[in-house]
């Protein structure tokens, strides 16, 4: 089957400026950045991708594993036998006679979202594998190109289906007798920019009712809610190991459980928070964030109740106390932006403005 060679309407297009992201949300002191970009190349003369078939199997098979992750894999447990040898492990040693110590590693976020290529020089085919609970948005543009055209034409976007993966992009020279070359870059961002919220949604609170814990920091607050994705977002005071409850039914949609350690150097901590975004039905996203290691008790396509404990509070990544931050975000064309909301308790719609007191009931 010969190459089919995609329409010129890209002839001549011209990339837009880079879109910048940023963090998904940043608490009193927190931060994390939950969105990537890569850039990639292209040219004549490069060597073929390996066999699609085979390519994709390791593809899907490597996007599994590391959703699933491993309960031992930040953990490192050392022993010695009888005869002096030293061992190591990821895992309990079932087997071990003498003192068995146990260390925490540091490990990286989790990486959700795979690139793929497939096909010859003069058809390349770029495809996304997306780990999220939830759909994201790709946007992608020509960081340079010479004599190509491409479907969709650059700059575009995607939007890629929870747990699948999809074909994002298809480049072919414009005229084969001639060189051609091109560098591409892509960025995503968690939502479907076609959602909009319901005006009507409640949220309960997300930890037990009956306990009386203080808002910190309110919508605007001047500390760290200032910008767009966290201006509607808010602190609540609450000791290490208290339950966090979901304010809202939904599915979840990404998860970090292997974080410890808190400080205010943005720099170390600013991607270290423990986290959990659930998706609603309406498109909009929850963040939980700040949360005790290895607390979290759902995982990535769970769906979850309002009022069903989901992990326990901590003081995880850019912190400098317990806290739970909380927020609610919508992908806004490749940006996320906060949501105002307001806690229902007892049939009242409460604010959770600064200072202000809620629970105790």
Same mark, same amino acid.
């Given at each position: ?15 837009? #400026?880079?879109?910048?992201?940023? =963090? ?7 931060? #994390?950045?939950?969105?990537? *970009?890569? @850039? ?22 490597? +996007?599994?594993?590391? &959703?699933?992750?491993? +309960? ?11 005869? /002096? ?10 087997? +071990? &006679?003498?003192? %068995? ?18 096909? =010859? ?8 594998? $997306? ?17 190509? @055209? ?21 480049? *072919? ?14 960025? !995503?961002?968690?939502?479907? =920019? ?6 009507? #949604? ?14 910190? *920091? ?14 509607? #977002? ?7 190991? &208290? ?16 974080? !410890?350690?808190?400080?205010? $150097? ?25 949360? +005790?290691?290895?607390? %979290? @008790? ?8 309002? /009022?069903?404990? @989901? ?28 949501? =105002?909301?307001?806690? &229902? ?15 105790? *009931?």
């Amino acid at each position: 089957m010969g190459v089919r060679r995609l329409s010129e309407v890209g002839r001549g297009c011209r990339a837009a #400026a880079p879109r910048r992201f940023t =963090p998904s949300w940043r608490a009193p002191r927190c931060g #994390a950045a939950l969105c990537c *970009q890569e @850039i990639n190349s292209g040219r004549a003369g490069a060597r073929p991708s390996s066999s699609p078939a085979l390519g994709l199997t390791l593809l899907l098979a490597l +996007a599994l594993l590391l &959703t699933a992750g491993s +309960a031992w894999s930040k953990r490192i447990y050392s022993y010695q036998d009888e005869q /002096g040898v030293a061992h190591f492990s990821d895992r309990p040693p079932s087997d +071990a &006679t003498g003192e %068995v110590s146990e260390q925490l590693i540091k490990v990286d976020p989790k990486k959700l979202v795979f690139l793929r290529e497939d096909g =010859p020089d003069n058809d390349k085919r770029y495809s996304l594998w $997306n780990g999220y609970g939830g759909p994201i948005e790709v946007l992608m543009r020509f960081e340079d190109s010479a004599n190509v @055209i491409s479907e969709p034409v650059l700059p575009g976007t995607r939007v890629i289906p929870p747990q699948q993966h999809s074909l994002i992009l298809q480049v *072919q020279p414009l005229d084969l007798q001639r060189s051609w070359s091109y560098r591409w870059s892509y960025q !995503y961002v968690p939502g479907d =920019p076609a959602a909009r919220p319901d005006p009507n #949604a409640e949220y309960v609170l997300p930890f037990n009712p009956s306990l009386p814990l203080r808002v910190d *920091q309110g919508f605007g607050g001047e500390y760290s809610h200032s910008d767009a994705h966290s201006f509607h #977002a808010v602190d609540i005071a609450m000791d290490e190991g &208290t339950p966090v409850r979901a304010a809202r039914a939904g599915v979840v949609m990404a998860v970090e459980n292997d974080f !410890y350690g808190a400080g205010t $150097n943005l720099a170390k901590f600013g991607d270290r928070a423990n986290h959990i975004r659930i998706l609603h039905s309406d498109g909009t996203m929850a963040v939980y964030a700040h949360l +005790a290691l290895e607390s %979290v @008790i759902v995982g990535i396509g769970d769906r979850v109740r309002a /009022g069903e404990q @989901i992990a326990r509070s901590g003081n995880t990544g850019f912190s400098s106390g317990p806290h739970l931050h909380f927020v609610i975000q919508r992908n806004s064309g490749g940006t996320l932006v906060s949501v =105002p909301f307001a806690f &229902t308790v007892d049939g009242q719609r409460i604010q959770p403005t600064q200072g202000k007191m809620l629970g105790g *009931q």
